[in-house]
């Protein structure tokens, strides 16, 4: 059996889930407040200066920060049947579709939420590795759980839920930097929708 570890933002989608996301379970008020909020980081972004990873955080907490658990998960599993459908990658989801008819353990490995993703991979039955929001009497506090799963934590993740040994070949399938230490543990390198055969040619 070989493992396939899949990114899902412009992986398995075509765009930003996250951003869609925010859009879709946040009132126009609660978007424009955030917005207030998090402007210097956006605008550090934009610069260079602050990367996406710090991004992620700081709109969680402006977005999410006593946000009913309920209605958030109730949102999570609306956008997961009306809205991601309509952001696949048909490509991709052809490739995980071929892994999982060979009886490979294919796993969605992402700094997106749980609380979208986790009906998804349900529906497709997909292990899952991302960012968990932090709940506290029945509401989120904004943070995540175990702090942001991009960059080298996807790497952690994924050797501390799997041991990389037992699988025949590891594949991988990313498009970004933040997915570079995930493709680092692969056998089988997909990088925006290429072969690749060694991390010195990723391009960024």
Known sequence: MNLALFDFDNTITHSDSFSHFLKYSLSYRKQLLGGIKVAPWLIGFR???VNDQQIRIR???AAFKNYPAIMLEQQ???FSQTILPNLMNEHTLQQLLAHQQKGDQVVVVSSSLDVYLSHWCQQQSIDLICNQ??????????ELQQGDCGYME????????Y???DFDAVYAYGDSPNDHAMLALA???FYQGK???FLNELSV
């Not at 929001?133 to 904004?142: F, P, R």
């Open 133 to 142: 929001l932090e709940v506290q009497e029945g509401c989120y506090t904004g």
């Open 76 to 78: 999570g599993q609306q």
């Open 59 to 61: 709109l969680c907490r």
């Open 187 to 189: 056998d089988y390198k």
């Open 163 to 165: 041991c990389l040994n």
């Open 195 to 197: 072969e690749i055969n």
């Open 47 to 49: 610069m260079g200066y």
């Open 154 to 161: 996807k790497a952690k993740r994924i050797q501390q839920k």
